[in-house]
């Protein structure tokens, strides 16, 4: 058993690391994106981005591995617990990570702010399907918790899906602390100046951009993903040599929506009235559309036949 559980481990993190490989790999080529959605990463100069990137994706390939390492394989009883607050770790200190190489000191992010951020909430929403679930599947391809979610459309976490949701989690992220700089530091110009794009220098269109993805995310938290839930739809972001990529898959996400509040929720109730009465509209419209072609058909038939015999009785005389 002892034999087992360390083969287990080896292969899990041999597939860790060639996933994560992968990544960097494409981390060298174009990061533009496929459709018009903004992303956060969209404000950085095309070197922060990169530098950005591959930050989140060689601390996550490090926390990763220290799970596998350090963790019960057969068991994520331990991450079940306590997956929201490593995720949030792991966030914090990307977050410090990549301001302290921009600036060349030590940066402290304090907890509470990245917390209050509405972009930190929206993905500690999602701790499950974006931090927990790549690493149940790279531990067992067949694990229970992916197949819960996935199957039966994907009965078995093949290593492209998984590198697949390895890109989701390492955008969003990435989009997370662009977010959380964005409203906390980017009144000093020196900050605009070290990271952003030349054409966000000027205060108008980096206010512009800043409401439009502020806009862009109630949309997407409280709109968006009560009704992909209700649809059981995710919607991803993949890395690819070509760009960034936009896909639907797939995802049973049943639990998550008997957690929904307020307005999460009210956008679910509003989306029921609104397929009951579409029914009902269409039930009337058929019944309506019946009437009309039965009276066209028998009534109308009728007096055309009537007008139509008095002319050859007519014709007769």
Same mark, same amino acid.
């Given at each position: 058993?002892? %034999?087992?559980? #360390? +083969? =287990?481990?080896?292969?899990?993190?041999?597939?860790?690391?060639?996933?994560?490989?992968? @990544?960097?790999?494409? +981390?060298?080529?174009?990061?533009?994106?496929?459709?018009?959605?903004?992303?956060?990463? %969209?404000?950085?100069?095309?070197?922060?981005? #990169?530098?950005?990137? !591959?930050?989140?994706?060689?601390?996550?390939?490090?926390?990763?591995?220290?799970?596998?390492?350090?963790?019960?394989?057969?068991?994520?009883?331990?991450?079940?617990?306590?997956?929201?607050?490593?995720?949030?770790?792991?966030?914090?200190?990307?977050?410090? %990570?990549?301001?302290?190489?921009?600036?060349?000191?030590?940066?402290?992010?304090?907890? %509470?702010?990245?917390?209050?951020?509405?972009?930190?909430?929206?993905?500690?929403?999602?701790?499950?399907?974006?931090?927990?679930?790549?690493?149940?599947?790279? $531990?067992? *391809?067949?694990? *229970? $918790?992916?197949?819960?979610?996935?199957?039966?459309?994907?009965?078995?976490?093949?290593?492209?899906?998984?590198?697949?949701?390895?890109?989701?989690? $390492?955008?969003?992220?990435?989009? !997370?602390?662009?977010?959380?700089?964005?409203?906390?530091?980017? =009144?000093?110009?020196?900050?605009?100046?070290?990271?952003?794009? =030349?054409?966000?220098?000027?205060?108008?269109?980096?206010?512009?951009?800043?409401?439009?993805?502020?806009?862009?995310?109630?949309? #997407?938290?409280?709109?968006?993903?009560?009704?992909?839930?209700?649809?059981?739809?995710?919607? $991803?972001?993949?890395?690819?040599?070509?760009?960034?990529?936009?896909?639907?898959?797939?995802?049973?996400?049943?639990?998550?929506?008997?957690?929904?509040?307020?307005?999460?929720?009210?956008?679910?109730?509003?989306?029921?009235? &609104?397929?009951?009465?579409?029914?009902?509209?269409?039930?009337?419209?058929? @019944?309506? =559309?019946?009437?009309? &072609?039965?009276?066209?058909?028998?009534? +109308?038939?009728?007096?055309?036949?009537?007008?139509?015999?008095?002319?050859?009785?007519?014709?007769? #005389?």
């Amino acid at each position: 058993m002892v %034999d087992n559980k #360390k +083969l =287990s481990r080896n292969n899990a993190k041999k597939l860790t690391a060639n996933i994560f490989s992968k @990544i960097l790999y494409k +981390l060298n080529f174009s990061n533009k994106k496929s459709n018009q959605f903004l992303l956060g990463i %969209d404000l950085l100069k095309e070197n922060v981005k #990169k530098d950005l990137l !591959c930050i989140v994706t060689l601390r996550l390939e490090e926390t990763y591995t220290n799970l596998l390492t350090n963790l019960d394989i057969t068991s994520v009883n331990f991450l079940q617990k306590n997956g929201e607050t490593l995720f949030f770790l792991f966030i914090k200190k990307t977050c410090e %990570d990549f301001l302290t190489q921009q600036y060349g000191y030590k940066v402290k992010i304090n907890s %509470d702010s990245l917390k209050k951020s509405l972009y930190t909430k929206n993905v500690l929403s999602n701790t499950e399907i974006l931090f927990q679930v790549p690493l149940y599947a790279i $531990i067992d *391809p067949k694990s *229970p $918790i992916f197949r819960l979610i996935y199957s039966p459309i994907y009965n078995y976490a093949s290593e492209s899906f998984i590198e697949a949701l390895v890109d989701n989690l $390492i955008l969003e992220v990435s989009n !997370c602390i662009v977010y959380f700089n964005i409203v906390n530091f980017s =009144s000093v110009y020196a900050f605009r100046q070290t990271l952003y794009r =030349s054409k966000f220098l000027s205060l108008r269109n980096f206010e512009r951009f800043k409401n439009n993805l502020s806009w862009q995310l109630r949309v #997407k938290t409280y709109i968006q993903r009560p009704i992909n839930l209700y649809n059981n739809r995710y919607e $991803i972001y993949t890395l690819r040599t070509r760009g960034i990529y936009n896909r639907t898959i797939y995802a049973n996400r049943s639990k998550e929506i008997n957690s929904l509040k307020k307005l999460p929720l009210l956008t679910i109730v509003l989306v029921e009235v &609104r397929d009951f009465l579409t029914s009902r509209l269409d039930e009337t419209i058929y @019944i309506v =559309s019946k009437s009309v &072609r039965f009276t066209l058909t028998s009534v +109308l038939g009728q007096v055309i036949g009537l007008i139509w015999r008095g002319i050859i009785e007519g014709l007769k #005389k």
